[in-house]
């Protein structure tokens, strides 16, 4: 976050993160909630998170709108939360899980900034 900062700053950007956890869990849960409420017959929302706040708050909506289908699954990085992938898969919603792959090079700063 700080080198993306700090890049924008340089060129003159707003920056492109929250300045909170507390506003990027807001603006996260807004745009699910925006997903999740106008998802179509035929479409299909993906839930990708870690974070169980944002996991009630969409099971909660998907409650509410009294979705029986797959039209919204969750997606989480493999071994990470899995005591909420495990939760998730016992109240019967579709979890996937995914795994980077690549040189280390590539991969490592991906996996370090979900850590």
Request: proline share 4%; hydrophobic share 30%.
């Amino acid at each position: 976050m700080n080198e993306e900062r700090k890049l924008a700053k340089e060129n003159g950007l707003e920056s492109p993160v929250w300045d909170s956890i507390d506003e990027t869990h807001k603006c996260y849960n807004d745009c699910m909630k925006m997903a999740i409420d106008n998802v179509s017959p035929n479409g299909m929302v993906f839930v990708a998170s870690h974070n169980q706040g944002s996991i009630e708050h969409a099971k909660k909506q998907i409650r509410e709108k009294g979705y029986t289908d797959d039209r919204v699954r969750f997606g989480q990085l493999k071994a990470f939360s899995d005591q909420l992938t495990n939760q998730l898969a016992q109240e019967n919603f579709k979890v996937y899980k995914y795994l980077p792959y690549g040189p280390t090079e590539k991969v490592m700063p991906y996996l370090v900034r979900r850590g």
